[in-house]
């Protein structure tokens, strides 16, 4: 026993002694010293983030109340330029922390994220409901058209202010209290909707015990049903769920339309089955409290404050953007029914078509007129070219050159890393490139950044961006070759990127402040260009022979564009009015959510055939994933990248530097100098038509 205590003693000598070493040696803690002064990987160890994130939040807390200790009347340098500036090392651990927890994470970084959680949410709500710090914001904010402000220094101004007030900070103390309550009632009732909706997703299984029941359905997929089944105990059948990769080729390929019909209502029904996990009151009352909450902070509605923060500034703007599509996209997809009717008729199956039929007879048209094969098209897309054809892509557009660095830190040995030059030779940012998938790394594609672009002291900042995607690495000695989806999705990450190296804020909230319905333009506009011929020819090059890729295959891929988007825009636009819908309607009485729902589908005209993208009971972008009187946002950007692009496309030349040249300074650069639409309109010199998205859909 008491040698067991002298043990553990010198254990946490040591482990004491461990610790400052490496408190001493934090790289956090201490200037980076590293070319371009990018974080330094090699010397980041997991146990230096805890520690740099407790001294980062003393730190931000000195640097507010070093605001609130100045004696001289608050003005916009001592407290609104102090406000934007503080929390330095917050931002620099934060930029690596987050960046490396999404693309290279494990358990420990998981469990510090974890324990972090709760510390930061107290450490910014003690500063965003700091009533002292907020009256200094005020008392600048009050006095803003005397002080003699650009408008860069307005907009800092109102947008700091707005964040404060928009979080209750202006109302009374009692109503403060209040609207507190709302906000812990609505985390709440959010969560029990997502957490009702999983339940419901994973309860519904069909099991399906006979091989004539899998008639029509391809190898793969049966083999996944089969291994489904083996999850759960019940070899020898096969189990199809309401997973995507699990219905959709099911509804596509099933010929049992009577079990198509079972898996579908599974599907559309989930949280609107009256059991524990019904999801209609819990809605309901979701939008009470939203609508309490908007009007005490003095809104109509709830999406009168969701928009007036956005592009669209009021919900009028975002119906009429949205019926102005509904009418052609809701005509094509009647012929899009009409022609699978006829296949029905045809093949004499004496029944209307029905919504679960939809994917089963889209998937015969496909093949029927749209064929195209990824292997077809991959061996043009190996890696190597794709990257080129973005890099020729920038320097076309935007004077742009790049040099690979090997003797830059990185977070893995797969990251490539790249110093981006503008057009006059001067540098311009580094771009770090991480593109296979590994465990530890979460799905999907994105683009972040380890530091900001911004100004010190006038002094410029340098961004470091990171592009970060999951895509197909090599097979034996042939390069990694991407399908036509990463190719887009490598453009598209690749625009974000832009966004990040050319805005050139001088404060750091006007920088990188975006609105949700702007900040996909920027993306997806440069998938525009991913499909052009003109620059297919010149990067979509044959591995082997190194022949540019075939017409044939370029008039293919354009077609293929357009197969079901009849379909898909409506089913869209049909769940993007039903949440504006909800958002805007009087709900002062008692609320039957499923009869809202119908006289809203009704009311727009939505056809039997068709089910909104989403019903209201597992609408989760509007429940629980902060797009509620927002999910109008991602056809909202397409508009305006059809449009941007189609600006180059009237000018005869899709290169056009002068256009370039316009919309990065007032859609990249300085983006949040104006409101969106002030900011487009420079670059257009017109507000953007739908026309260019109708037809880049086959709409018209
Ligand atoms: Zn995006």
């Not at 922390?97 to 994220?113: D, E, V």
Request: with cysteine; net charge negative.
């Amino acid at each position: 026993m008491r040698k067991f205590i002298i043990v553990s003693l010198l254990a946490g000598i040591f482990l004491a002694g461990c610790n400052q070493k490496t408190e001493m040696k934090n790289p956090f803690l201490a200037d980076y010293n590293t070319p371009f002064n990018v974080p330094p990987f090699h010397l980041i160890q997991e146990d230096h983030y805890l520690p740099s994130f407790k001294e980062a939040m003393i730190q931000e807390k000195a640097d507010i109340d070093a605001i609130l200790n100045i004696q001289e009347p608050p003005d916009f340098n001592n407290t609104i330029v102090a406000f934007d500036n503080s929390g330095e090392l917050m931002r620099k651990v934060s930029g690596v922390f987050y960046r490396i927890t999404g693309a290279n994470t494990n358990p420990n970084l998981q469990a510090i994220a974890r324990e972090l959680t709760p510390l930061l949410s107290a450490h910014n709500n003690s500063i965003r409901l700091n009533e002292q710090l907020f009256e200094k914001i005020k008392a600048v904010y009050d006095k803003r058209h005397d002080l003699n402000l650009d408008v860069e220094q307005m907009r800092l101004v109102e947008k700091i202010y707005n964040d404060f007030a928009r979080n209750g900070a202006a109302l009374p103390p009692e109503q403060r209290d209040k609207l507190k309550q709302i906000n812990e009632r609505l985390s709440l009732v959010s969560l029990q909707l997502g957490e009702n909706l999983l339940a419901e997703t994973n309860d519904f299984k069909l099991v399906i015990d006979n091989t004539d029941d899998l008639a029509g359905l391809p190898d793969e997929v049966i083999s996944a049903a089969a291994d489904e089944a083996k999850q759960i105990d019940m070899e020898g059948k096969w189990v199809f769920t309401l997973q995507k990769p699990s219905w959709i080729p099911f509804l596509q390929y099933s010929e049992r339309r009577e079990l198509r019909e079972k898996l579908y209502r599974g599907y559309f029904m989930r949280g609107d089955n009256d059991n524990e996990n019904d999801n209609k009151a819990l809605f309901a009352e979701l939008l009470k409290l939203r609508d309490e909450r908007s009007k005490m902070l003095g809104f109509e509605n709830y999406a009168a404050f969701s928009t007036s923060d956005n592009m669209a500034k009021t919900p009028g703007n975002v119906y009429d953007f949205l019926l102005k599509v509904w009418d052609p996209a809701l005509k094509i997809a009647k012929q899009e029914r009409d022609e699978m009717q006829k296949i029905i008729d045809r093949e004499g199956g004496n029944f209307k078509l029905a919504s679960w039929d939809w994917w089963y007879y889209a998937e015969k048209v496909r093949k029927e007129k749209f064929d195209l094969n990824d292997d077809e098209l991959k061996p043009y897309f190996t890696k190597d070219n794709v990257r080129n054809g973005v890099f020729n892509l920038c320097e076309r557009l935007y004077g742009l050159t790049f040099k690979q660095h090997h003797d830059i830190p990185v977070y893995h040995e797969e990251v490539e890393v790249y110093e981006i030059f503008d057009n006059d030779g001067s540098h311009l940012g580094l771009l770090y490139m991480d593109n296979y998938p590994r465990p530890g790394k979460r799905a999907g594609a994105w683009c972040g950044t380890f530091r900001n672009g911004s100004y010190e002291n006038g002094k410029k900042i340098y961004p470091i961006v990171t592009i970060v995607t999951n895509f197909a690495r090599p097979v034996g000695d042939k390069p990694p070759m991407w399908t036509w989806d990463e190719v887009t999705t490598y453009f598209h990450e690749f625009g974000h990127g832009l966004h990040n190296l050319f805005a050139d804020g001088h404060y750091r909230r006007t920088s990188r402040d975006v609105p949700r319905d702007f900040v996909e333009l920027p993306s997806q506009v440069l998938e525009n260009w991913a499909g052009e011929p003109e620059i297919l020819k010149t990067y979509a090059l044959h591995y082997e022979t190194g022949e540019p890729i075939p017409d044939e295959l370029i008039n293919k891929l354009k077609e293929s564009s357009h197969f079901n988007q009849g379909f898909a825009t409506s089913e869209y636009i049909a769940a993007a009015i039903l949440d504006m819908d909800y958002h805007t309607m009087d709900i002062s009485g008692d609320l039957d959510i499923r009869a809202l729902e119908n006289a809203s589908m009704k009311k727009l005209g939505l056809i039997d055939e068709i089910i909104p993208r989403y019903r209201t009971t597992y609408f989760s972008h509007i429940f629980s994933g902060g797009y509620a009187a927002g999910y109008y946002v991602y056809l909202w950007a397409g508009v305006l990248d059809a449009d941007a692009f189609e600006a180059f496309k009237e000018s005869g030349d899709v290169f056009n530097p002068e256009l370039a040249s316009l919309f990065r300074k007032h859609i990249l650069a300085e983006n949040s100098l104006g409101e969106g639409m002030e900011q487009y309109v420079k670059f257009r010199g017109k507000e953007p038509s739908i026309d260019p998205l109708l037809r880049q859909r086959g709409l018209k």
